[in-house]
T-cell receptor, first 113, second 111 residues
Framework: DTGVSQDPRHKITKRGQNVTFRCDPISEHNRLYWYRQTLGQGPEFLTYFQNEAQLEKSRLLSDRFSAERPKGSFSTLEIQRTEQGDSAMYLC???????????FGEGSRLTVL | GESVGLHLPTLSVQEGDNSIINCAYSNSASDYFIWYKQESGKGPQFIIDIRSNMDKRQGQRVTVLLNKTVKHLSLQIAATQPGDSAVYFCAELNTGNQFYFGTGTSLTVIP
């Protein structure tokens, strides 16, 4: 257990529905990342926060995806109007130092039917 | 753009042998690298890291080697155990402070 928790661990939804994932990072970590991972691939960067500021978003991230970290603690990732191609594992990671390891949660697996 | 790739997608070793997993990176400006282990259904787990001002770093049963001349990274696992079976990723910190991950190598340890 790295100390990063994600909820829910599994989500099955129908195409067109909205889903929201939550991440609680390690409390003293200022930086929080979201990654997406599909089967057989490495994690793909989506976005990251320094405290409550969203500093960067992947250009691969469509407008249907939005992430927030309102108080610089937990973060949410919302996917609107889900598509089957959104099916993946969504990983959250937190980091204390810029040159330091990312501590990953166990991920939230999304299945879009 | 940056790319991080692995030479071999799968690797099988006998228990007790040493394992070597390789990784190529393309951004010569990257100055920080991490190896992660990921077991099925779990998030990636940190193994070892290395800064670009080093060419070797050792941990418990693991060694990372960095060759900046050819932009190559390797992970050596000594006396491989069944619990080492997993997918291993190298990750590169790019100039935008994002980590890019390779595709991964699946290591299978044969008892």
């Amino acid at each position: 257990d790295t100390g990063v928790s994600q909820d829910p661990r599994h989500k099955i939804t129908k195409r067109g529905q909205n889903v929201t994932f939550r991440c609680d990072p390690i409390s003293e970590h200022n930086r929080l990342y979201w990654y997406r991972q599909t089967l057989g691939q490495g994690p793909e960067f989506l976005t990251y926060f320094q405290n409550e500021a969203q500093l960067e978003k992947s250009r691969l991230l469509s407008d249907r995806f939005s992430a927030e970290r309102p108080k610089g603690s937990f973060s949410t990732l919302e996917i609107q109007r889900t598509e089957q191609g959104d099916s993946a594992m969504y990983l959250c990671a937190s980091q204390r130092l810029v040159l330091g390891e990312l501590f990953f949660g166990e991920g939230s697996r999304l299945t879009v039917l | 753009g940056e790319s991080v790739g692995l030479h071999l997608p799968t690797l099988s070793v006998q228990e007790g042998d040493n394992s070597i997993i390789n990784c190529a990176y393309s951004n010569s400006a990257s100055d920080y690298f991490i190896w992660y282990k990921q077991e099925s259904g779990k998030g990636p787990q940190f193994i070892i890291d290395i800064r670009s001002n080093m060419d070797k770093r050792q941990g418990q049963r693991v060694t990372v080697l960095l060759n900046k001349t050819v932009k190559h990274l390797s992970l050596q696992i000594a006396a491989t155990q069944p619990g080492d079976s997993a997918v291993y990723f190298c990750a590169e910190l790019n100039t935008g402070n994002q980590f890019y991950f390779g595709t991964g190598t699946s290591l299978t340890v044969i008892p």
